[in-house]
């Protein structure tokens, strides 16, 4: 609100009346007119010296209104809004010199803008030095703009192979943005394993989602801790088992080591025995002893370990350790042990109540264990909704227990008791339970469920369940049997139906194209239900003039579809149907150049990366602070290029 409020003083400052700020909707973007206003894609006689009244007068409307955005306004930028605004004076408003604006006329067809600095990025160097020495702003004026973008779009894209020769040669050039091209061309799809490996050097950002085997096994080989730690600190990419032996095995720090290996068995790596037994051997052995993974012939050694963290850490294991090593730790004279032990001990026998009252911190046990029955009676009824709520959820509470809290008047209890793996469906059905169909807060299966995923009678008994987060858990299932897709296909509650073209490798065609009607992927699930291998290949190409934009979409996935179809759709009236036709290959030069100037910042910033787009545009976007990082992910830049725009980067790095 603060900037807000900054440039309606500085427009008012102007000799200009504040209407409102606009969302450009359907208009032309400011942030177009700022790319524009820099000399770039720009229609050629834009330049001039100074913006006289009558282009003043051209530009407002009968009322004295026009649209204007300030440079440096905006959080984000500039591209977001215009400010409807309105000049009675006979003059010229005093909007030139610092910061820099862009205005357009409320039709469309007039832009004005003056921009401070240099005369654009294919200025020369004597240019931009008599440009500083003059203090001189690049001001821009423009009529009939979209006839004269137009036909700019179509002279780019008539780009000869000499031309494109040329312009590369001089990349990277000046004006440069080295910080922005490192951060961005890792991301490139045509840029080579080896440059990558190279980028290493100067950045490690564009590891999060990279899954190149030879890039990621350079990562993990590099003398920078922060460079090798970084695949493993996102989901994207999977790592092997072998490149986190590798990471942990490489990393200098013991507790590090400890915290790598933790991570590694979280996503579900396999470690060799020897590297548990050399963590265990380290500094951050009671850390080790935590692990999950660690094989069972090391628990008696850790039960018998004069660290008491270490005994305590082994309770974990219960079900692993003999009984006379139980015994042990039920007596041992730590009381952090014993109650380590007294808790798992009672995951299996019902706790007393003298054990229970005697527990230094009593919430443990009502998670985990199982109590006697007198106990679990009477604890079921606390007055203290929390007990009761933290009873709810524990595994070993008693079927007498589970009924109490199934008529519990807390409804976030009863919510709780409605999950539990122990109920049968019958039972579930009578649990008034609180849920909100249309939430999907919970985007995972229920652990007890996705445990039984690879039993195919329990799928079935489960996926007629009454609650619809067990359905939905069901439809979590990478295989299912054909009936059990059959019905969660068929299912009243959508995302049972989402979480089955996400998740199920069986989910059929019709539902995959029933969910993409709502649904374009997520971050768990990029690409789904799209990517769904049983997503429709063919006979697409008939939701060309279907009247929902996100159907047309698929227009373009047809095999029978052609540059026409591109085309057409690059025109379409919807902007995610624009996006995706930015996105193809086949769409024309001019075209891409086009959709730079498009209304939705999405369409702008992916006709960025189109490889179609002309070189000598392309060039000119990499050499602009707001475009350089989007750019430089064209597949279209040469590699010698990327090469010489990591060694520009490298080079500011230092």
């Known amino acids: 609100m603060q900037r807000q409020e900054k440039v309606h003083e500085l427009l008012v400052r102007a000799g200009l009346t504040v209407v409102e700020d606009v969302s450009p909707g359907s208009l032309f973007p400011p942030e177009a007119g700022w790319r524009i206003a820099r000399g770039i894609a720009a229609p050629d006689g834009a330049v001039r010296e100074a913006l006289d009244a009558e282009w003043w007068r051209r530009l407002a409307d009968a009322d004295g209104g026009f649209l204007v955005a300030v440079l440096g306004y905006r959080i984000g930028?500039?591209?977001?809004?215009?400010?409807?605004?309105?000049?009675?004076?006979?003059?010229?408003?005093?909007?030139?010199?610092?910061?820099?604006?862009?205005?357009?006329?409320?039709?469309?067809?007039?832009?004005?803008?003056?921009?401070?600095?240099?005369?654009?990025?294919?200025?020369?160097?004597?240019?931009?030095?008599?440009?500083?020495?003059?203090?001189?702003?690049?001001v821009t004026a423009l009529d009939r703009l979209p006839e004269r973008l137009e036909e700019t779009a179509e002279a780019a894209g008539r780009e000869t192979e000499a031309e494109r020769a040329e312009v590369w040669a001089a990349v990277p050039g000046r004006p440069a943005w080295p910080v922005r091209w490192a951060e961005g061309i890792g991301f490139n799809p045509a840029a080579p394993d080896e440059l990558l490996i190279r980028l290493l050097d100067v950045t490690e950002s564009f590891l999060d989602g990279c899954d190149r085997p030879a890039v990621l096994d350079a990562a993990l080989a590099h003398p920078d801790p922060r460079v090798r730690s970084a695949p493993a600190d996102t989901f994207r990419p999977k790592l092997t088992s072998d490149q986190w032996t590798r990471l942990v095995r490489a990393e200098p720090s013991p507790s590090r080591r400890v915290f790598w290996a933790g991570r590694a068995h979280d996503r579900g790596a396999e470690l060799p025995e020897d590297l548990y037994d050399d963590l265990l051997a380290g500094t951050s052995r009671a850390q080790a002893a935590e692990l999950p993974?660690?094989?069972?012939?090391?628990?008696?050694?850790?039960?018998?370990?004069?660290?008491?963290?270490?005994?305590?850490?082994?309770?974990?294991?219960?079900?692993?350790?003999?009984?006379?090593?139980?015994?042990?730790?039920?007596?041992?004279?730590?009381?952090?042990?014993?109650?380590?032990?007294?808790?798992?001990?009672?995951?299996?026998?019902?706790?007393?109540?003298?054990?229970?009252?005697?527990?230094?911190?009593?919430?443990?046990?009502?998670?985990?264990?199982r109590l006697a029955p007198e106990l679990e009676a009477e604890l079921v009824r606390d007055e203290d909704a929390e007990i009761r709520r933290t009873l709810a959820a524990n595994p070993g509470l008693g079927a007498l227990g589970v009924a109490v809290l199934a008529q519990d008047p807390d409804d976030g209890i009863r919510s709780t008791v409605a999950l539990r793996a122990d109920l049968t469906e019958e039972q579930r059905a009578a649990v008034r339970h609180d849920f909100d169909p249309a939430s999907m807060a919970m985007s995972h299966a229920l652990p007890w469920v996705a445990s039984l995923h690879g039993d195919a009678d329990a799928m079935r008994r489960l996926a007629g369940s009454p609650h619809?987060?067990?359905?939905?858990?069901?439809?979590?299932?990478?295989?299912?049997?054909?009936?059990?897709?059959?019905?969660?296909?068929?299912?009243?509650d959508r995302v049972v139906g989402l979480f089955l073209a996400e998740s199920c490798d069986d989910a059929p065609?019709?539902?995959?194209?029933?969910?993409?009607?709502?649904?374009?992927?997520?971050?768990?699930?990029?690409?789904?239900?799209?990517?769904?291998?049983?997503?429709?290949?063919?006979?697409?190409?008939?939701?060309?003039?279907?009247?929902?934009?996100?159907?047309?979409?698929?227009?373009?996935?047809?095999?029978?579809?052609?540059?026409?179809?591109?085309?057409?759709?690059?025109?379409?009236?919807?902007?995610?149907?624009?996006?995706?036709?930015?996105?193809?290959?086949?769409?024309?030069?001019?075209?891409?150049?086009?959709?730079?100037?498009?209304?939705?910042?999405?369409?702008?910033?992916?006709?960025?990366?189109?490889?179609?787009?002309?070189?000598?545009?392309?060039?000119?976007l990499l050499h602009d602070r707001v475009t350089a990082w989007e750019a430089v992910m064209n597949p279209a830049i040469p590699v010698p290029v990327m090469h010489r725009i990591v060694t520009a980067a490298a080079g500011a790095a230092r």
């Open 77 to 138: 930028g500039n591209d977001d809004w215009w400010t409807h605004v309105r000049y009675t004076g006979d003059g010229v408003p005093e909007l030139t010199g610092d910061p820099g604006f862009v205005a357009l006329s409320l039709d469309g067809q007039v832009l004005l803008a003056a921009v401070p600095g240099a005369d654009g990025p294919r200025a020369t160097a004597r240019d931009r030095q008599a440009d500083r020495q003059a203090d001189r702003p690049r």
């Open 293 to 369: 993974g660690l094989p069972a012939r090391h628990l008696p050694s850790l039960a018998a370990d004069a660290d008491p963290r270490v005994r305590a850490a082994a309770c974990a294991r219960w079900e692993d350790l003999a009984a006379p090593l139980r015994e042990r730790l039920l007596a041992d004279t730590d009381d952090a042990v014993r109650t380590a032990a007294l808790l798992a001990h009672h995951t299996g026998v019902p706790m007393p109540r003298e054990v229970f009252t005697a527990l230094p911190v009593p919430r443990r046990a009502l998670e985990q264990c």
């Open 509 to 620: 065609a019709e539902t995959l194209l029933e969910v993409w009607r709502w649904w374009d992927g997520s971050f768990s699930h990029p690409g789904r239900p799209r990517s769904h291998p049983n997503f429709p290949r063919t006979g697409l190409l008939h939701y060309a003039d279907d009247p929902v934009g996100r159907m047309r979409r698929l227009a373009l996935d047809d095999p029978r579809s052609t540059p026409a179809d591109v085309a057409r759709l690059a025109r379409d009236p919807e902007a995610e149907v624009r996006h995706r036709a930015a996105q193809d290959p086949r769409l024309s030069p001019a075209d891409a150049v086009r959709l730079l100037n498009d209304p939705a910042s999405s369409v702008r910033a992916t006709a960025l990366r189109n490889p179609q787009l002309p070189s000598r545009v392309l060039a000119d």
């Open 468 to 492: 619809p987060l067990v359905r939905r858990s069901v439809a979590r299932a990478r295989h299912l049997p054909p009936d059990v897709v059959e019905r969660l296909a068929g299912d009243e």
